[in-house]
């Protein structure tokens, strides 16, 4: 059973910190990962992809992999209240297409 | 204009019931999807489509049937529903199967009675 983890949180920050949102996943194959946005009673909205090993920077976002560890991370640098969502980490674990495996996604907070 | 559109938004059936959702792309895509998140917020996909042929079937039981009668369109039927099938389900497209990004739509909240 391939998976993905991540802390359900709710992770709460104050407003103008980093958060830090953290994913595992258990396919050593996994070529591509993805961190989508979900705001309450909406649809996912993709915020990165990383293929490679180290950092992508969009804007406030920074996505970190590490394929040795099995370990991709989202970082929000000054957080702001707008930054509330769940965010879901999805893994690419079809064969040669991008069937995406999702982690259950961490509930974050940013307090004014 | 709606990129990835489904439709009813809203459904509350009873059991045993009958139903399908519609989901209708304008992107030109190739390759659509149907997900399902349930009250935990698991988001699990159940089927994707290539030019109107069948990709991906996830376990997912034979009362679910997708059909695709063109490359824009990808609907769900659900036969004999069942408590457990209340979740909201999402369409979502990509330009074809070697594309990273998938376009949501906005979900259809189903509620079995």
């Known amino acids: 059973q391939k998976e993905v983890e991540q802390n359900s949180g709710p992770l709460s920050v104050p407003e103008g910190a980093i958060a830090s949102l953290n994913c595992t996943y258990s396919?050593?194959?996994?070529?591509?990962f993805f961190w989508y946005r979900q705001y309450s009673g909406k649809s996912p909205e993709l915020i990165m992809f990383?293929?490679?090993?180290g950092d992508k920077e969009d804007g406030r976002f920074t996505a970190q992999l590490n394929k040795a560890s099995q370990y991709v991370s989202l970082l929000i640098r000054d957080s702001q209240p707008s930054d509330s969502a769940t965010y879901l980490c999805?893994?690419?674990?079809?064969?040669?297409?991008?069937?995406?495996?999702f982690g259950k996604g961490t509930k974050l907070s940013v307090i004014p | 204009d709606t990129a990835v559109s489904q439709t009813p938004k809203y459904l509350v059936t009873q059991m045993g019931n009958d139903k399908s959702i519609k989901c209708e792309q304008n992107?030109?895509?190739?390759?659509m999807y149907w997900y399902k998140q349930d009250s935990k917020k698991f988001l699990k996909i159940m089927f994707s489509?290539?030019?109107?042929?069948?990709?991906i079937n996830e376990t997912v039981p034979n009362r679910f049937s997708p059909k695709s009668p063109d490359k824009a369109h990808l609907n769900l039927h659900i036969n004999s529903l069942e408590l457990g099938d209340s979740a909201v389900y999402f369409c979502?497209?990509?330009?074809?199967?070697?594309?990273?990004?998938?376009?949501f739509g906005p979900g259809t909240r189903l509620l079995v009675l």
């Open positions: 992107l030109g895509h190739d390759t």
């Open positions: 990383i293929y490679s090993n």
């Open positions: 489509y290539n030019n109107k042929e069948l990709i």
């Open positions: 979502a497209s990509s330009q074809d199967l070697q594309q990273a990004t998938q376009y």
């Open positions: 999805a893994v690419n674990t079809g064969a040669g297409s991008y069937q995406l495996t």
């Open positions: 396919d050593r194959g996994s070529q591509s």
